[in-house]
């Protein structure tokens, strides 16, 4: 038994949807054109009358969008097929009386702007309603479905496995059906099995294979890979002559009519200088161009609209696109620079550099900024000297003639110059330069009063130092560069350090002030350096002009500076030892040849030197000094040394050398104890100075002991009562010998000053006293105690106090009422009773009157004075 497929021996073409892709999106924000690629309109069935459709009948009430992204663009639709039109809302009628639409019918809808070169296009499809899906696709059938019942069914993608649901089949009558609308941009094959069965499920025939292939429609219209394109030509490029490419992709099949794409130009903008300057390659989008003239100071660049049409580019039935190629033309030399007059002019004071004479301006109508536009100024004639050159101005491209060299008013009063202007870049082919491009220059110099000048400056002359004050030198003399007037020269001096030179203001005449030194802080390599001023009296008009002039003054050395020994000071052995030698040199302040070599030698006088040292020559600066004898004592000494130089004649210094003869240990270096007797101190001396140092710290260590001993004993007994406390006399216990006084141990509360008689009263029993102060405006003062005095000020604060008190009206005692307890019994004082005053008038109570004013009463009583 046998399953087959009834259409098409079981591979199954499916034409795709006509409403399944309406068109891409633009890729631009807002991107004028239709909203749609691909409109399809249904016709419903009650516009038909009798086979035909009426004139002017709408057709749907689905209507084609078109957005110009400026709200303002008046745009009109076409259409491609005469019996149909769109009106300007976008709704479709019809033209003319049409056949039925059996038969789906398609024509195109092109968009154009009144007044812009654009053109947009979509494609409407009429079809005639009443098509749903499911659709019926085939049928499959199988040899036994005579003898049992059969049952079918399909698998694979587009069946149960996704996109599932695409395709069912009925089991019974194995009628195959297309459940929905295919596109074959998104799936252009299915894959299925069909597969039959009896009742129970057992397999009756092998399962078949079934290819359906969805046929393309044309529903893609050609997409441009960039809404905008940029490309360039040079200009004045040959016809054939490269310039961009454009390429558009289409969706659907490239391998039928409906994606293969087609290329052509719609506008150029603008017409210059033909309409057509430029074609393109229809089937691979190159442009190029096709006639010459192209200059791109006319134009600068071109706008082309190329359009994409699919199905092989038949504008009838194919999808179009359009896109914007924008064509620049790039610069080439073909323009020469141009100067604007044939002569400039320009004038420049003389002596003066970097000072722009004048401006030449120049017209280049190449690309601005660019080497074919970038002028370049040469000076071809009329400054051999190359006083003159000349700078671009990179903004304006103008040159700027300027000084580099001074010019001189009295060797040229003016200079004619020739001058030529070209490009950075070289001229194009078959370019030639403008007579236009070379002018003359005229400059006018123009005289400043010139300072003078020294014909030789510096100036060098030799002379010995040594020189007396007044000696003339040279003369310094400077020349006036303005020939044409006659002015008078003076002198002045502007810088002379050691203040050893002057100048004749008349003629420059140089003289000594003072004798030269070579050997001074301000010669420098031997050359000792002034300089001068000179100046003008200034023409009419023109200030004074100065020049300044350096002397130089190379002093020749002479034998003035006697040598000077060197070291000073040197250090040796007291016992000759192989090291006991002192090698000596000397420094010189003159120069070869009154310099070394030295000549070194002892005095006779004294004789000891000879005798305990002797000098040996080492080489021509230095010698060597050595004890001549086994031992000298330790000490300190002086040796005279007679250095000689070589000049002529000879200078000799006598100099003292310090040398410290000292004991040494085993490495032949001097000991501590050796050092400081090698200062000049005898042993004695030395003993002396420990014993002294010993008995001061001795003395410094008792005073500190004995300052502390005081510091306690004043802390462990101090004042019984303390000054700032109380003003009363104080009452001080010191420690005394002997003693042994019962009643020392009294106390001391009982004397302080009662603040108020309540107080009194409620004190326990003992001495009660009620005092009466007199009342002052002026309290006396008390002297205050410090808190750790030292020891010699108690007694000066204690006259101190006692003064103040015999002065103080207010001070103790004064009228007092005293209360005493019974001072008890057993008392080893034994009774006071038997002491009594003596009645004898005969006592003399005069000295009283020398005890100050506390005692002045009792001297009124006792001694006959006065009464009141």
């Not at 200030?543 to 040796?572: C, F, H, K, M, W």
Request: aromatic share 6%.
């Amino acid at each position: 038994m046998n399953i087959g497929c009834v259409i098409l021996a079981c591979s199954i073409l499916v034409g795709a949807s006509s409403g399944s892709k309406a068109g891409q999106p633009l890729k631009a924000t807002c991107r004028p054109g239709f909203s749609q690629n691909f409109y399809t309109v249904i016709v419903p069935r009650d516009v038909l009358h009798g086979q035909r459709i009426l004139k002017d009948t709408a057709l749907s009430s689905q209507r084609v969008r078109f957005d110009d992204c400026q709200h303002s663009r008046e745009v009109g639709f076409v259409s491609s097929d005469p019996s149909f039109s769109v009106r300007s809302d976008g709704s479709v009628y019809t033209e003319q009386e049409v056949a039925n639409l059996s038969e789906p019918v398609q024509f195109m809808v092109t968009a154009r702007g009144v007044h812009d070169p654009h053109i947009w296009e979509a494609t409407v499809k009429l079809a005639l309603a009443g098509h749903p899906h499911p659709l019926p696709m085939g049928k499959i059938r199988s040899d036994q479905d005579k003898d049992v019942g059969i049952r079918y069914s399909i698998t694979g993608a587009g069946a149960d496995q996704p996109p599932s649901g695409i395709y069912n089949i009925d089991p019974i009558s194995g009628n195959m059906f297309v459940t929905q609308p295919l596109d074959r941009e998104e799936r252009a094959s299915f894959h299925l099995r069909a597969h039959a069965v009896d009742m129970n499920g057992n397999q009756v025939e092998n399962p078949i294979d079934l290819y359906i292939y969805v046929i393309d429609m044309n529903d893609n219209r050609p997409d441009f890979l960039n809404q905008v394109y940029n490309g360039s030509v040079a200009e004045g490029s040959k016809p054939g002559s490269s310039v961009m490419q454009v390429t558009a992709t289409d969706a659907d099949d490239s391998t039928t009519a409906n994606g293969m794409v087609r290329y052509r130009i719609l506008s150029q903008s603008p017409h210059s200088p033909i309409p057509n300057m430029f074609t393109i390659n229809s089937e691979t989008g190159d442009i190029v161009t096709v006639a010459a003239g192209l200059d791109r100071e006319k134009v600068s660049q071109y706008t082309i609209i190329v359009q994409a049409t699919d199905m092989e580019g038949n504008l009838n039935f194919g999808l179009s696109n359009t896109a914007t190629a924008l064509i620049s033309i790039t610069d080439i030399n073909d323009n020469p620079p141009e100067l604007t007059v044939r002569t400039f002019s320009g004038e420049v004071p003389e002596n003066r550099v970097n000072v722009v004479v004048t401006n030449l301006t120049v017209l280049d109508r190449d690309q601005p900024h660019s080497p074919n536009w970038n002028a370049v100024y040469r000076i071809v004639s009329g400054d051999p000297s190359g006083h003159f050159t000349i700078r671009t101005n990179p903004v304006t491209n103008e040159g700027m003639l300027t000084v580099v060299k001074p010019v001189d008013f009295e060797m040229n009063r003016a200079f004619m110059l020739t001058v030529v202007v070209s490009n950075q870049a070289h001229l194009a082919s078959g370019i030639q330069s403008s007579l236009q491009s070379t002018a003359g220059v005229t400059i006018s110099v123009q005289d400043v009063n010139e300072p003078p000048v020294f014909p030789v400056n510096p100036k060098m002359i030799r002379f010995e130092e040594g020189v007396p004050a007044g000696t003339t030198l040279t003369v310094f003399s400077a020349q006036d560069p303005d020939h044409f007037v006659h002015q008078i020269v003076r002198y002045s001096k502007l810088s002379d350090p050691a203040n050893w030179l002057r100048i004749n203001r008349t003629n420059g005449q140089i003289t000594t002030m003072a004798m030269l030194d070579r050997e001074s802080m301000y010669v420098k390599n031997n050359v000792y350096e002034a300089t001068f001023l000179a100046f003008d009296n200034g023409k009419s008009g023109s200030p004074q002009a100065s020049g300044t002039g350096t002397l130089q003054i190379y002093l020749i050395d002479v034998n003035d500076n006697p040598p000077v020994l060197l070291p000073r000071e040197a250090q040796i052995c007291e016992h000759g030892r192989p090291n006991s030698k002192i090698n000596i040199t000397a420094s010189d302040a003159d120069a070869d040849p009154n310099v070394g070599p030295f000549v070194f030698e002892l005095p006779t006088f004294p004789a000891v030197v000879r005798r305990n040292w002797t000098i040996s020559r080492l080489s021509g600066d230095y010698a060597q000094l050595k004890l001549k004898i086994p031992y000298l004592e330790s000490g300190v000494y002086e040796i005279p040394v007679i250095v000689s130089d070589s000049g002529n004649p000879p200078l000799s210094n006598r100099s003292m050398l310090r040398i410290k003869v000292c004991p040494c240990d085993e490495s032949g270096d001097c000991s501590t104890t050796g050092a400081v007797a090698a200062a000049g101190l005898g042993t004695g001396a030395i003993i002396a100075i420990l014993i002294c140092i010993i008995i001061l710290l001795s003395m410094v260590l008792l005073f500190v002991v004995w300052m502390k001993r005081r510091e306690k004993e004043r802390q462990a007994k101090p004042l019984l009562i303390d000054p700032e406390d109380d003003v009363r006399d104080n009452i001080l216990k010191y420690d005394e010998e002997g003693g042994g006084e019962e009643d020392q141990d009294y106390d001391l509360s009982q004397l302080q000053q009662p603040e108020s008689l309540e107080h009194i009263m409620n004190k326990p029993a003992g001495v009660r006293r009620v005092d009466e102060r007199p009342v002052i405006t002026a309290e006396s003062q008390y002297p205050v105690r410090p808190s750790l005095p030292h020891p010699g000020d108690i007694g000066d604060f204690i006259n101190d106090g006692l003064r103040a008190a015999d002065n103080d009206p207010t001070a103790p005692p004064y009228d007092s009422l005293l209360v005493f307890d019974y001072e008890g019994s057993g008392s080893t004082a034994g009774s006071v009773s038997s002491l009594n005053s003596s009645s004898s008038g005969d006592q003399d109570y005069d000295y009283l009157n020398d005890w100050g004013p506390r005692f002045k009463k009792l001297a009124d009583l006792y001694g006959g004075g006065q009464e009141d």
